[in-house]
């Protein structure tokens, strides 16, 4: 009896352990990707092995030493992952967009439109900023700047009522219950377990892919930086134009703003697009609105005039549909507003000086950057 | 064994040599703070949000006052303390210096292992040593000085040493910055690149930091009130290194005048 009992304790226990066995099983099939088990414990282990390989950007000699963050080195495994969540539609509220949604790299990272448009409809009130070099911004990400890195810049559009409008909590347990995900996450940063899955390590993820999108092979580079070729006779008095300094004093100054290989200073200015009565009145105050400086009102990051071609319509609010209503723009001299920047000042434009310019800055245009199939969507 | 003590000496001797190799000299040092501090005249500088009279028929509000330093050095005292190099380059800028209190903490920099001891005077050369002119922004990481595309000219492959920005109102009608009274003012050539000194004893103790002030005039840069000549707003209201009569006085004022060693 004793025995039997002994014997009829152990089966039981047998049983709860099985019990426990399938109820773990269970559990694990639903963290890959089954949304039923809504209450079972992100802890599984993940399988694979951790071998990170450093992802090496190829960088043409003349485009200078990128920032790569101690904490966030580029691996062959984080930059993939990137480029995955980067055209995953998963991180929106209702799984219809993704980053790629406002980001298009036919279009040089930009979506053509003035105001981006979000999940639902919903309008966004500034246009959406080209992706490329950001590797080399040592200075604030967003129109505005709000953003000290990019890893804190990829936070905010999924956060944003009016973009993807989701919850990073919501986004990482999709992340965790993805079938394929978790392996990544730890391919990329080591983890064992779906728990470790995290809005920083997403954010890594999307920033190292962000990191690799390099323009560099434009006809500018290849005739200029490699030797290759010619200039046209009107895109080199465009060029001329463009860089013109000491020589004259009449001149459109654009190097001022848009110097080095990377064509931005990547600065915040004031570039007398607005005509305001004080500094308070600007629409969109910018930079302003981040640092509660009055005279950072209506100062705007600097974007690049690499791909500039594929990037209308421009400025931060999209008010130019076209090149030539920029330099229209830039000939007035700006508005006389208080915190405008001293470089904006009217100079002489003839037709056909426009017209070169606008040659010149098309030269800027890099096909083989928005052809590149390792920023294309991975997942068509 | 009567020549076991012998043998051992040639050992021993070595080992106290290599012993001796392995002791590396102990250097103290200390670090040392150069406060820089903008003025215009004898009223703090800090940009945008103060209007500075001008040779009293001007006002102008400054957006941007910065210059490069070359070759910044401690200058030793005789045969006890030797020169320091303190960095091959930096740039100083008040252009994120927006208010008062902000002009009253200045502009720092910072520098650490210095040997101690009593050091005679601060050299410095104005703008980009000829060396590192020969260089551009593309060489540097981001973050360093030099890789300010903004502050170099592709057409003259020049850094630019000095950028004066600001806005005046030259016909007194209250508006800052209308067509011709945006004052852009961006010069330097290797040419132009000379060194000074500025005597002051600096202590540099073990473990601590010496703190010294660097007053710079912007005024001074603009004028000079002995000989009665100054940069006549007007007149050139902006100067891309055309103009050496621009150029080479606010370059000389700069580094002759404008920089001084303050409390």
């Known amino acids: 009896m004793h025995q039997f009992l002994k014997n009829s304790r152990a089966g039981v226990g047998s049983l709860i352990l099985l019990g426990i066995l399938l109820l773990g099983t269970a559990c694990k099939k639903d963290t890959v990707g089954d949304d039923s088990c809504e209450t079972c414990p992100a802890t599984d282990l993940i399988p694979g092995t951790y071998a990170p390989e450093p992802y090496v950007l190829e960088l043409a000699d003349w485009m200078g030493e990128p920032i790569i963050p101690a904490d966030n080195p580029l691996t062959k495994d984080g930059v993939a992952l990137g480029r995955m969540l980067f055209y995953d539609p998963i991180v929106s509220s209702d799984s219809t967009m993704s980053c790629a949604s406002c980001h298009a790299p036919d279009l040089g990272f930009t979506d053509g439109t003035a105001f981006s448009t979000g999940v639902e409809g919903r309008q966004t009130t500034r246009s959406s900023m080209p992706l490329f070099n950001l590797a080399y911004n040592p200075n604030g990400f967003f129109w505005d700047g709000r953003s000290p890195s990019m890893e804190d810049q990829a936070l905010h559009p999924i956060m944003d009522r009016v973009e993807l409008n989701e919850d990073w909590e919501n986004v990482v347990r999709k992340f965790q219950r993805h079938p394929d995900y978790p392996q990544r996450f730890r391919k990329a940063f080591g983890i064992e377990r779906t728990s470790e899955i995290t809005k920083e390590l997403a954010v890594k993820a999307l920033a190292q892919f962000e990191r690799t999108l390099i323009s560099q092979d434009s006809r500018f580079d290849r005739v200029v930086y490699r030797n290759e070729g010619w200039l046209t006779d009107s895109e080199q008095r465009g060029k001329d134009l463009f860089y013109v300094e000491p020589s004259l004093v009449d001149h459109p100054g654009c190097s001022h703003c848009h110097g080095g290989v990377n064509f931005t200073d990547f600065s915040f200015r004031n570039n007398g697009i607005d005509s305001v009565a004080t500094l308070n009145d600007f629409p969109d105050k910018g930079l302003g609105a981040v640092t509660g400086r009055v005279y950072d009102n209506g100062r705007f990051k600097v974007p690049s005039l690499r791909n500039i071609e594929l990037t209308a319509p421009y400025m931060h609010d999209g008010r130019f549909a076209t090149l030539e209503e920029v330099l229209d723009h830039y000939k007035t001299g700006g508005h006389g507003v208080e915190n405008e920047d001293p470089n904006i000042v009217p100079f002489t434009l003839t037709g056909s000086q426009k017209q070169d310019l606008i040659a010149f800055l098309r030269t800027l245009t890099d096909t083989t950057f928005i052809k590149n199939p390792a920023y294309a969507n991975p997942f068509n | ?263």
């Open chain 2, 1 to 263: 064994m009567k020549h076991t003590p012998l043998f051992f000496i040639p050992i021993l001797l070595l080992s106290l040599f290599i012993t001796a190799c392995d002791q590396k000299e102990e250097i103290s040092t200390g670090s040392l703070e150069i406060v820089f501090k903008g003025t215009f005249g004898n009223e703090p500088l800090y940009m945008f949000g103060r209007s500075y009279d001008y040779r009293g028929d001007a006002a102008v509000k400054w957006q941007l006052f910065q210059f490069f330093l070359s070759d910044l050095e401690l200058l030793g005292s005789g045969n006890a303390v030797k020169p320091h190099m303190l960095s091959a380059i930096e740039s100083v800028s008040f252009g994120d210096i927006q208010s008062e209190e902000e002009a009253l903490e200045g502009y720092a920099l910072r520098f650490n292992d210095i040997e101690t001891g009593t050091y005679s005077g601060l050299q410095f050369g104005l703008g980009v040593a000829p060396e590192l002119n020969a260089t551009q922004p593309s060489d540097y990481t981001p973050s360093e000085p030099l890789a300010q595309v903004s502050s170099y000219w592709e057409a003259a492959s020049s850094y630019i040493y000095t950028k004066i920005e600001g806005n005046a109102d030259l016909d007194n009608d209250g508006q800052f910055g209308e067509d011709e009274e945006k004052l852009t003012y961006h010069l330097g050539a290797s040419e132009l690149f000379q060194k000074r000194t500025l005597p002051v004893t600096i202590d540099i103790r073990e473990n601590s930091t010496t703190s010294i002030v660097v007053n710079v005039d912007l005024l001074k840069a603009l004028e000079n009130t002995a000989e009665g000549t100054f940069i006549d707003f007007r007149q050139t209201p902006r100067d891309h290194h055309k103009n050496p009569d621009v150029y080479n006085f606010v370059i000389t004022q700069l580094r002759e005048s404008a920089i001084s060693i303050g409390n």
